[in-house]
């Protein structure tokens, strides 16, 4: 537990907190208990990258509540817009508002040339719905390829072209057209190769995939730049190029899930720069609101040109407040340089990371971009058995040294590295050190 007065994280006992019992105790009483394993700690308030329980412990948070604050938490910028908007005009549907008609300006000048169009919604899911209708009513073709590991959300179509059980388990048929293929998982190798080695086998077995599995009806491509919920996992360095490469070849159109890497995240605005992709669309999330519900849909003129008047809508996509906050949002990401923090910031912390992981018997692989990154948790390195019952215990003795942290990863066993973007080196050594005491320790 950390108590240190110069410190940012303090943790005056041990967790829960008796305020934070109390209240967990009676939020299961109404709620139903089906979110994810999350520290035993109740949020009371929180600013940039430091959030407070109503015990008043106080915690360095790593999680950005699902990598969504990414200009930090009640940034007072985008606080007041959204006061400024609630004041003014909460919602008018379909009808246009002045912040509306600045936001979809406001996103379309910042997205790569080619994606000349937006529309905004409220969740990630419903774009990657969107975006699924859009393919296959522009090519009058029904198959959308996935790959193994994806996560898109827990709607119907979003969840059919994911490739995680979860999702899916319970629920009967999925979407037919749904087919998916391997993603370069490269720590698991689905075929038990070295990347140094294999060639980019798994986009050569796209075309075994298609063989298999399609009635040639190809309609086009879903992925997400790096595998989100599967564990952060990022593709080797070139392998989004030429998979464009093959979605052209093969006529087909390319959506690109950006819901949860734009905004910085990785250490650029959009994570397509890295290699220079042009989906011809791409789901917006998260960030694009930072706690604000709102999400878009960018895409080429020309794609989302088919659809005629009355055919999208969203009931409270691109109401005033939501707006408010995406002109809020973008401001504060050029004022304050958060792209270029990202990548700074998040340079150093995987380098320390990488250092912890010499030191440490659990800490498998490190991997990310930016303020981006995975630390997957085995019982052996040699082995690499999945370990998440130790990421459990992880998650809670690093809340109780005043770091806030999440899991994801097909087996549960990956540590989130996700703060808000305008963490400070100061800040980020803190946590480090935080995270490697507890590492180390097991």
Known sequence: ????????????????????????????????????????????????????????????????????????HCHPKLVKAVQDACEKLLNNYDCANVPRIKAAEAVVGITPPHLDRCFFMTTGSETTEAAIRLMKRKTGRFEILGFFGGFHGRTYS????????????????????????????????????????CDLLCLDFLNDTVRANSVGSLAGVLVEPYMGAAGFIFPPDGWLKRLETWIREHDMLFTLDEVQSSYGRTGKMWAME???????LVCIGKGIGCGIPVSCLAARSEVIGVLGVGEMSSTVGGNPVSSAAVLAVIDIMRSENLVENSLRIGTMMKKRLEEIQEKSRILGDVRGKGLVMGLEIVKDKKTREPAPDLTRQIIHRCAENGLLIGSVGIFGNVIRVAPPLVITEKEAEESLGIMEKVLVSF
């Open 1 to 72: 537990m950390t108590s240190n007065s110069e410190c940012v994280a303090c943790v005056k006992g041990p967790l829960p907190g008796p305020k934070s019992k109390e209240l967990l105790d009676r939020w299961h009483q109404f709620e139903a208990n089906c979110v994810g394993y999350q520290a035993p700690v109740v949020w009371d308030h929180a600013k940039g990258v430091v959030v407070t329980d109503v015990d008043g412990n106080r915690y360095i948070d790593w999680t950005s509540g699902v990598l969504v604050t990414n200009v930090g």
């Open 158 to 197: 979003a969840a059919s072209v994911g490739g995680l059980s979860g999702t899916k388990k319970g629920y009967g048929p999925t979407m037919p057209g749904a087919i998916r293929t391997p993603y370069p998982y490269c720590y698991r190798c689905p075929f038990k190769l070295e990347p140094s080695k």
């Open 274 to 280: 890295w290699e220079n992709l042009e989906p011809d």
